[in-house]
């Protein structure tokens, strides 16, 4: 794919939803931390639910802290994995106190050292709380990078630099949620929707592989 065919796919996603942003409920950069930190594996609908509840009881490192494992787990039983979730957060609530002043480092390194912090979670916070031009590629970004050939990778690691490289700058800050919310609702796995979807003329995804509309 040339870098003008990039460039009109993000002009249109862009004309279509000029301030894209996550799905994921929060009012501080440590409620989108741990709403981060929730999601993996779970949907954003599903997190917010438990959020709604948890956050206007705790939303402090301090006060999920004080919550202890147990009291965490009341809030989040209801989403995938929250065992290992509610010890994760804990552990992260700790370190921030005791090492940050109970602040999300805007430091990749000092976020990626949290426990249930990731490459992409971090991405996720660098950019929409603090306004970094990162890639978090996660499973729709990694489908719809390699089906439209907009930057295809054989991993996560792999599209989340080569969209960097080939993404205009001046669509880099909202590229991930563009893309994100495409392979969420159009581009989707098992049947994308080629027929309503607004950069169709512009993929390379095969026509023979296309549903047939």
């Given at each position: 794919?040339?870098?003008a065919?990039?460039?009109?796919?993000?002009?249109?996603l862009?004309?279509?939803?000029?301030h894209?942003?996550?799905?994921?409920?929060?009012?501080?950069p440590?409620?989108?931390?741990?709403?981060v930190?929730l999601?993996?594996?779970?949907?954003?609908?599903?997190?917010n639910?438990?959020?709604?509840?948890?956050?206007?009881?705790?939303?402090?490192?301090?006060?999920?802290?004080?919550?202890?494992?147990d009291?965490l787990?009341?809030y989040?039983?209801?989403?995938g994995?929250?065992?290992?979730k509610?010890?994760n957060?804990?552990?992260?609530?700790?370190?921030?106190?005791?090492?940050?002043?109970?602040?999300?480092?805007?430091?990749?390194?000092?976020l990626?050292?949290l426990?249930?912090?990731?490459?992409?979670?971090?991405?996720?916070?660098?950019?929409?709380?603090?306004?970094?031009?990162?890639?978090?590629?996660?499973?729709?970004?990694?489908?719809?990078s390699?089906r439209?050939?907009?930057?295809?990778g054989k991993?996560?690691?792999?599209?989340e630099?080569?969209?960097?490289?080939?993404?205009?700058?001046?669509?880099?800050?909202?590229?991930?949620?563009?893309?994100?919310?495409?392979?969420?609702y159009?581009?989707?796995?098992?049947?994308p929707?080629?027929?309503s979807?607004l950069?169709e003329?512009?993929c390379e995804?095969?026509?023979?592989?296309?549903?047939?509309?």
């Amino acid at each position: 794919m040339n870098k003008a065919k990039r460039t009109e796919i993000f002009t249109r996603l862009r004309a279509a939803n000029p301030h894209p942003t996550t799905e994921l409920e929060f009012s501080t950069p440590f409620e989108l931390l741990v709403a981060v930190t929730l999601s993996a594996q779970a949907t954003d609908v599903g997190v917010n639910k438990a959020t709604r509840k948890l956050f206007p009881v705790a939303n402090t490192p301090e006060a999920i802290y004080a919550l202890g494992v147990d009291g965490l787990k009341q809030y989040i039983k209801t989403i995938g994995l929250f065992n290992s979730k509610a010890e994760n957060i804990i552990k992260a609530c700790r370190i921030l106190i005791d090492k940050h002043g109970s602040r999300v480092p805007e430091d990749r390194d000092a976020l990626e050292a949290l426990p249930g912090v990731g490459r992409k979670t971090a991405n996720v916070v660098l950019n929409t709380a603090f306004g970094w031009p990162t890639m978090a590629v996660d499973t729709h970004i990694f489908r719809v990078s390699n089906r439209t050939k907009i930057a295809p990778g054989k991993n996560v690691v792999e599209v989340e630099k080569r969209l960097l490289r080939v993404i205009p700058e001046e669509f880099l800050q909202d590229a991930h949620h563009w893309l994100i919310l495409h392979g969420r609702y159009t581009c989707v796995a098992r049947t994308p929707k080629c027929g309503s979807c607004l950069i169709e003329d512009l993929c390379e995804f095969p026509p023979s592989k296309r549903p047939d509309y």
